[in-house]
């Protein structure tokens, strides 16, 4: 007997599972908020140089005394646009004239009809500093790298609530602290241990969750949670806008996660990890409770976890490494993971530079991410993986790519049609970010599938890092290209990424690999075999796939102790 027959035993998803499921959706929220709260507190708003010795500037007019002293003082660049942000004329200190001569400004002044101050404002990184907001995005994703290759060895060890409730409280003092530095390097060390911690958070309750649902509810709980990382991003467009002080925002986005101390009593320690470590009464009493408020009645000996057959480790990861077919597959689902977290995550940092209202932008980009976890859970299985994959890059990439002709060719007008495709773009990303998760739990053999979503995952977390350098060449290049630049490079990005998914094999309505062998010939069965194979096993198909998408969520936590 295998725990998931345990499980399915004592109820799939009854009221006890949709109750601890819910308070673990609801731990995507304040992740949501520290993910993506640069977008507000990192903004660059309009700015310009400051009219040299006078003190009391603004980027709003004063009047036209205020214009005639801006057009002598400022260079107006025409290609642009706008005044100069990086260079005022030099005053000859002789005749009290300003000259044609120029020199770096070093002061500013900032457009408040937006922000009342955000980060960069604060401490001015703009012109030659403006390389140092790409840093503090950096960091951002490279805490997530940091936390994916750390707090899975660490729930191996101490247990999943016990590092839930450690990442809860680094991530709520971190967030929290990042409210009150007014320093680059504190900062930026924040921001890194803040997401490092969002990791441990979203990983280890996520685990917990899957853990106690059965093999028929696996699908819908891998995808519903990516709802609630929506509804996180909803609301934070909501308090953003009532909120424009980036600290005062900072604060209030850190507050809710306090909430989450109290799953100290609500959320039970995982039962597969209790019996791993040799915990079998304390994992039974979870059992029986499970049974209890889900109104089951079954033999002592389910209850008991008598008999039960545990999970092994199997083979190494570098095992698929060595066969040249193998190889080129794990490169394919690297490079769709890497490609799919930059698009996703460079266009969610790239709402700032797009046309039109910021916080408009942001709300409707996170409908578009819940209209495509829509999509995922109804035609996942209906048309294929590998079909999805693609068409999904490829939409995403096709988007961006199209982006050009308005944004060159149009006017004022077509600024909208910009900011539409920008948003398809994000669909595409988002579908498919979803779609390589399951993809990638199928292809890998049973035996290394926990090694090879964590290796995955790390792919994604790298990209994520490339993500800000691609998403703020706005900021050094001039003209159209700011805008459209950045979506090019996504764009291409997705369409290889997309068309290099059509070489893996289909998983949908297969028998997935067990062992490296397995894997080797898959995708190499004659039409034949194949469609006898899929007689065989039409009616359990979609339970054996499920049971092997849960053995890759719940052991990712063991990637790298392979």
């Known amino acids: 007997m295998k725990f998931d027959d345990v499980i399915s035993a004592v109820g799939d998803f009854g009221a006890y599972q949709r109750r601890i499921y819910f308070l673990i959706c609801l731990v995507s929220v304040p992740v949501a908020f520290q993910t993506l709260v640069s977008v507000f507190t990192l903004s660059i708003p309009e700015h310009r140089c400051a009219i040299p010795e006078m003190d009391n500037d603004t980027y709003a007019s004063q009047g036209s005394w205020h214009d005639d002293l801006i057009n002598q003082s400022i260079p107006w660049l025409s290609q642009k646009n706008m005044y100069s942000q990086c260079e005022v004329f030099v005053k000859d200190v002789t005749q009290r004239e300003w000259s044609n001569m120029t020199r770096k400004c070093d002061k500013w002044v900032y457009s408040k009809e937006i922000f009342t101050s955000t980060f960069v404002t604060e401490l001015n990184l703009v012109c030659d500093d403006l390389i140092y907001k790409t840093y503090a995005n950096m960091a951002l994703m490279a805490g997530l790298l940091g936390g994916s290759l750390t707090w899975g060895s660490l729930s191996d060890r101490f247990g999943r609530k016990q590092v839930f409730m450690l990442s809860v409280v680094g991530q709520f003092s971190c967030s929290l602290s990042t409210g009150f530095v007014h320093w680059y390097l504190p900062f930026v060390l924040l921001r890194f241990f803040t997401t490092f911690c969002d990791v441990g958070m979203v990983m280890t309750s996520f685990i ?181 994959q693609c068409c999904s890059m490829l939409l995403g990439g096709v988007a961006c790519i199209l982006s050009l002709f308005p944004v060159m060719y149009g006017g004022e007008g077509e600024a909208w049609l910009t900011v539409a495709l920008s948003m398809i773009g994000k669909f595409g990303a988002s579908a498919a970010f979803a779609v390589i998760y399951f993809y990638t739990a199928e292809l890998f053999p049973t035996v290394i599938r926990n090694s090879g979503l ?109």
């Open 208 to 388: 917990i969750g899957v853990e106690l649902v059965g093999p028929t509810k696996r699908k819908f709980a891998g995808i519903v949670v990516h709802f609630f990382w929506c509804l996180g991003l909803i609301l934070m467009a909501g308090v953003s806008y009532g909120i424009r002080t980036w600290n005062h925002l900072q604060i209030a986005l850190s507050c809710p996660t306090i909430l989450l101390l109290s799953y100290r009593v609500f959320l039970p320690e995982s039962p597969r990890w209790l019996l791993n470590a040799g915990r079998v009464k304390e994992a039974s009493a979870i059992i029986r409770r499970i049974a209890k408020e889900n109104g089951v009645t079954v033999s002592e000996k389910i209850l008991s976890l008598q008999e039960l057959k545990l999970e092994s480790n199997g083979e190494k990861i570098w095992h698929i490494f060595i066969d040249r077919t193998l190889l080129f597959r794990c490169l394919a689902i690297f490079i769709n993971w890497c490609v799919a977290s930059v698009v996703f995550y460079g266009l969610s940092l790239n709402i700032g530079n797009l046309t039109g209202n910021l916080y408009l932008n942001f709300f409707l980009f996170a409908l578009v991410e819940v209209a495509a976890y829509f999509v995922c859970l109804v035609f996942l299985d209906s048309f294929g993986r590998r079909r999805l």
């Open 454 to 562: 964590g290796l995955s995952s790390v792919m994604a977390r790298l990209g994520g890092i490339l993500a800000p350098y691609i998403a703020d060449l706005g900021h050094v290049i001039s003209g159209d290209m700011a805008v459209v630049l950045p979506l090019l490079l996504f764009g291409g990005a997705s369409i290889f990424a997309g068309l290099l998914a059509l070489l893996l094999p289909e998983t949908a309505n297969k028998m997935l690999p067990d062992t490296v062998e397995d894997a080797k010939n898959f995708g190499r069965r004659t039409a034949a075999k194949n469609k006898s194979e899929e007689t065989s096993m039409m009616e359990d198909t979609d339970d054996q796939r499920d049971v092997h998408i849960l053995m890759a969520a719940v052991n990712e936590k063991k990637k790298f102790t392979e």
